[in-house]
């Protein structure tokens, strides 16, 4: 079945470092979703993207969109203590109404 | 503007018991998931329905756990005769999503943590 990968699992950064997490899909995808999820808390809407290729930016937030369509990517540029908390890509198939979550990268910033 | 709802948030139950979980979607969504999350790990796809009908229940269980999305009503997660392993925090997320070729996110509610005991 589908799967979906992320890698690191953790990151530690020093507050103003970049930061990035990567996701590779076992199955090429018709769109892909991303969560940010605070300790304790639900998982937050943050962006989708569906072409391929497709780059979207959000102030310091850029995330991309494999050529294939089976890879993402999702780039923070110097962190700050906000950004932390865990970060997920969610994968839909081809046919399917189903997501697939990625394993998630735990974000730490160190003030 | 009410965002989804999930009750209760904390559920303790013994071993053999039922469990019930609530989810109220946002309003105008028709459509509605069930996740399950481990500590530490991801979320696990369960169910995905639409009002009055199961969509792909294909990371549900086959054994204890059932789904519902009535017309009027919350959707709702039954687990029958829990058991130690089914301790979890589930997630559902609702969404105005159709069955065409536009997406939509995903809006979670807080969640509800189980605990069998």
């Known amino acids: 079945g589908q799967q979906v990968m992320q890698i690191p699992q953790y990151q530690h950064v020093q507050e103003g470092e970049d930061f990035t997490t990567y996701c590779n899909s076992s199955?090429?995808?018709?769109?892909i979703q991303w969560y940010k999820q605070r300790p304790g808390g639900h998982p937050v809407f943050l962006i989708q993207?569906?072409?391929?290729?497709e780059v979207k930016k959000q102030k310091r937030l850029t995330f991309q969109f494999g050529e294939a369509k089976k890879n993402s990517s999702l780039h923070i540029t110097a962190t700050q203590t906000t950004d932390v908390g865990t970060y997920f890509c969610?994968?839909?198939?081809?046919?399917?109404?189903?997501?697939?979550f990625g394993t998630g990268t735990r974000l730490k910033v160190l003030a | 503007n009410a965002g989804v709802m999930q009750n209760p948030r904390h559920l303790v139950r013994r071993r053999g018991q039922e469990a019930r979980l609530r989810c109220s979607p946002m309003?105008?969504?028709?459509?509605v998931y069930w996740y399950r999350q481990l500590p530490e790990e991801g979320l696990k796809f369960m169910v995905y329905?639409?009002?009055?009908?199961?969509?792909?229940e294909s990371g549900m269980p086959k054994e204890r756990f059932s789904a519902e999305f009535p017309k009027e009503g919350p959707s709702i997660l039954r687990i029958q005769q829990v058991v130690r392993g089914d301790s979890a925090a589930y997630f559902c997320?609702?969404?105005?999503?159709?069955?065409?070729?536009?997406?939509?996110?995903?809006?979670f509610g807080p969640g509800t943590r189980l605990t069998v005991t």
């Open positions: 993207l569906v072409k391929s290729g």
């Open positions: 997320a609702s969404s105005s999503e159709g069955a065409g070729v536009t997406f939509y996110e995903q809006y």
């Open positions: 969610a994968g839909r198939g081809s046919g399917t109404y189903k997501y697939i």
């Open positions: 199955t090429t995808l018709s769109n």
């Open positions: 309003k105008g969504h028709s459509h």
């Open positions: 329905l639409q009002k009055e009908n199961i969509i792909d």
